[in-house]
């Protein structure tokens, strides 16, 4: 067997050993700041990080850096506590390697989040923005020898945001009178905050947000055949025209992620509720 998939497969079978038997219907990627959510999930199990075979440890701040499995909305479901990033010094194979053991453990969707600075002008901190395509400036996962255990040597990306999720979230969001936005997210390396030009670059190439995580986890999501669900918290106006003494600060980001949260739990928790 591959040795990958030979990691993969004992990490899944630790967790699955936590879950008393139930297979969680979706997976949660909770980005910087949005950890929160987990709070709400009930009969919960907590399985740190550092207990799993072959995990990694989250170091970004505002990651906490568990497992959740438990009840949220009526469904069952197992949220990351935070994720692993390419500039925290993983390779790609570390970064996705939860995605991958999620998918062992039968989700039928992935839910991912994050925190991004919105190139859009007409974007504001602490908007909402549910992600319908992408740009990835990241190196792809799945490079390397295909693991056809999990999916075929090039899978297609036409719709990597499943349309059906996202036409629900907007009912939904419509029905409770909060505002979305719907975007382009670009992922670069990090850890630096992009320069005014890198900005100015990337909302020529089409992107309305930037960050510096999800789309690793959304290939592999899709490779293996996961509908997935994005929605980015704007944290930041993202633009190159600041004033003189304008600095991007990271605990501001948490700051901002965590006074949006709670609606996008909200949204979040809604949506889940209604999955088959």
Known sequence: ?????????????????????????????????????????????VIP??????????????????LIAGFLNGKYVIAMQG???????????????PIRVMSMLGIRYLFVSNAAGGVNFNYRRGDLMVIKDHINLLPNPLIGKNMDEFGPRFPDMTRPYDPLLIKKMESIA?????????????????????TPAEYKLYRLMGSDAVGMSTIPEVIVARHCGIPVFGMSVITNEAHDDYADDYVND????????????????????KLIGELD
């Open 83 to 97: 994720r692993f990033h390419y500039y925290e010094g993983y390779s790609m194979e570390q970064v996705t390697l």
């Open 250 to 269: 990271g605990d501001d980001v948490v700051k901002e992620a965590n006074a949006a949260a709670a609606r996008m739990g909200f949204l979040f928790k």
């Open 49 to 66: 990080y550092s207990d799993v075979p072959y995990f990694s440890k989250s170091t970004a701040v505002g990651h906490k850096g568990n």
């Open 1 to 45: 067997m591959d040795e990958r998939v030979e990691k993969i497969s004992a990490a899944a079978a630790f967790v699955r050993e936590k879950l008393d038997g139930r297979t969680p219907v979706a997976g949660i990627v909770l980005g910087s700041g949005l950890g929160n959510l987990a709070d709400e999930i009930e009969e919960k199990s």
């Open 174 to 194: 419509a029905e409770n009178k909060i505002k979305l936005q719907k975007g382009v997210y670009l992922a670069s390396t990090g850890p630096t905050y992009e």
